[in-house]
T-cell receptor, first 112, second 111 residues
Framework: EAQVTQNPRYLITVTGKKLTVTCSQN?????MSWYRQDPGLGLRQIYY???????DKGDVPEGYKVSRKEKRNFPLILESPSPNQTSLYFC???????????FGPGTRLTVT | GNSVTQMEGPVTLSEEAFLTINCTYT??????LFWYVQYPGEGLQLLLK?????DKGSNKGFEATYRKETTSFHLEKGSVQVSDSAVYFC??????????FGAGTRLFVKA
């Protein structure tokens, strides 16, 4: 089954404790992206990647890191999480030709 | 920079009513335009898209036309069902994979 998977689905952590949210897709998509969803703001793009070792900032990259060492994986790293990073996070992937994005199920992160 | 503005919700309709959700955008270049739908507790799903001016995207009875002269991409459906209750997002992608979403419009359909 073609899908984007994210782990964990739920995470409660404390300020300053480094964490990684994994994202993997099995569709051989070139493009991948991370978003955060906050009430009234829609989805905002954090980082995106157009290929292995090629990443670029979206609209809200501060406090986040990403890497793309393999085509299928695109982890999101929070080196020192803060309460304002409490949000619902989505990973997505797309073929380069279409821009049609397939979304993962989301990761709800709470930072206390 | 690019931006997307959607009509605020929630929108409440009776079954079989006509639906319009307005979406306008500002963009440089020629972005692709999308509507995504989010059902409760789920991720987003692509509903329809258009890649150039005057293109009409359609799916599951929903339609939207890429209007460059009015910079709009309004979502319409002739007869909504209870199962259409969800949050609808307008989005544009251009300039690499840079994507901007609107704030979303929640739709409630009553039986």
């Amino acid at each position: 089954e073609a899908q984007v998977t994210q782990n964990p689905r739920y995470l409660i952590t404390v300020t300053g404790k480094k964490l990684t949210v994994t994202c993997s897709q099995n569709m051989n998509h070139e493009y991948m992206s991370w978003y955060r969803q906050d009430p009234g703001l829609g989805l905002r793009q954090i980082y995106y990647s157009m290929n292995v070792e090629v990443t670029d900032k979206g609209d809200v990259p501060e406090g986040y890191k990403v890497s793309r060492k393999e085509k299928r994986n695109f982890p999101l790293i929070l080196e020192s999480p803060s309460p304002n990073q409490t949000s619902l996070y989505f990973c997505a992937s797309s073929l380069a030709e279409t821009y049609e994005q397939y979304f993962g199920p989301g990761t709800r992160l709470t930072v206390t | 920079g690019n931006s997307v503005t959607q009509m605020e919700g929630p929108v409440t309709l009776s079954e079989e009513a006509f639906l319009t959700i307005n979406c306008t955008y500002t963009a440089t270049g020629y972005p692709s335009l999308f509507w995504y739908v989010q059902y409760p507790g789920e991720g987003l799903q692509l509903l329809l898209k258009a890649t150039k001016a005057d293109d009409k995207g359609s799916n599951k009875g929903f339609e939207a036309t890429y209007r460059k002269e009015t910079t709009s991409f309004h979502l319409e459906k002739g007869s909504v069902q209870v199962s259409d209750s969800a949050v609808y997002f307008c989005a544009l992608t251009g300039g690499g994979f840079k994507t901007i979403f609107g704030a979303g419009t929640r739709l409630f359909v009553k039986a």
